[in-house]
């Protein structure tokens, strides 16, 4: 994360959860993260804007698309490491693939219903600010 103020970056990763809820300073509201600039002590918020969650389907592949958009309040997402928590379901067999980890930007398993291997692979993103 980036803060808006003074532009420093965060040394650490940051994790922001859709179900995390934090109540901002002077009870202003919440969002799913608040955090204190180190270098400037401005605090700054983030909130996943729930309704914007779309899913990324296979006729989606190979091509950029917004699968979720932030109301930023002085951070700034400026990289993305995918953890757990992903979830696939197979074209075909309809079968469900739950809790995917993504950290290593690829994942592979086995359908049995399709009898073949499934995955995803060179998981890549980009921010666009609108």
């Known amino acids: ?5 003074c532009g420093e970056i965060s040394e650490k990763w940051q994790y922001i959860r ?10 202003r509201g ?3 993260m608040v955090q204190k600039c180190k270098l400037c002590s401005r605090e700054n918020s983030i909130e996943i ?31 993305f490491q995918p953890q757990a928590g992903f ?9 469900v693939f739950s809790d995917i980890n ?15 291997s499934v995955g995803i692979y060179e998981v890549t993103h980009q921010f666009v600010k609108s």
Not at 1 to 5: S, V, Y
Not at 21 to 26: E, M, T
Request: aromatic share 6%.
């Open 18 to 27: 859709l179900m995390d809820n934090v109540a901002l300073k002077g009870g």
């Open 49 to 79: 804007l729930s309704s914007t969650i779309k899913p990324y389907n296979a006729e989606d592949n190979e091509k950029f698309k917004t699968i979720v958009e932030f109301e930023c309040r002085g951070l700034e997402p400026v990289d």
């Open 102 to 116: 993504l950290q290593e930007k690829d994942w592979t398993d086995y359908d049995e219903k399709a009898q073949e």
């Open 87 to 95: 979830a696939a379901e197979g074209l075909e067999s309809g079968t």
């Open 1 to 5: 994360m980036k803060c808006g103020n």
């Open 30 to 32: 919440s969002a799913s």
